[in-house]
């Protein structure tokens, strides 16, 4: 599996971008999927997932909620992530990550097994 991360730029506190992952799988609609995020100086931190145990749920870490939505185009094997009111905290290097649906813990780094290789989305206040 191979994901592809793009969409990243410089945009002014308050804006949007919209990321895309490209997944070249045969069934990517199995597949867990996630962002996240490391700023310089720190750890990769979790964003999003959209999970597809139980059915298939979309989860966000506190800061971006509101504000972030992810979204899968099936038909193009595409994971989206809209980030709109955009803030300087922002700004990182963001990931998308896959896994292959499980039950159980979404947001530790180290249960995904693919990973793309970054798009960088700086915010300037």
């Known amino acids: 599996v191979q994901l592809q991360a793009f969409g990243g730029g410089l945009v002014q506190a308050g804006g949007s971008l919209r990321l895309a992952c490209a997944v070249s799988?045969?069934?990517?609609?199995?597949?867990?999927m996630g962002w996240f995020r490391q700023a310089p100086g720190k750890e990769r931190e979790f964003v999003g997932a959209?999970?597809?145990?139980?059915?298939?749920?979309?989860y966000y870490t506190d800061s971006v909620k509101g504000r972030f939505t992810i979204s899968r185009e099936y038909a193009k094997n595409t994971m989206y992530l809209q980030m709109n009111a955009l803030k300087p905290e922002d700004t990182a290097l963001y990931y998308c990550?896959?896994?292959?649906?499980?039950?159980?813990?979404?947001?530790?780094?180290?249960?995904?097994?693919?990973w793309g290789q970054g798009t960088l989305v700086t915010v300037s206040s």
């Open positions: 990550a896959a896994r292959t649906a499980r039950f159980g813990v979404y947001r530790e780094v180290s249960t995904y097994n693919y």
């Open positions: 959209t999970i597809r145990w139980g059915g298939g749920n979309t």
């Open positions: 799988a045969c069934s990517f609609n199995s597949y867990d």
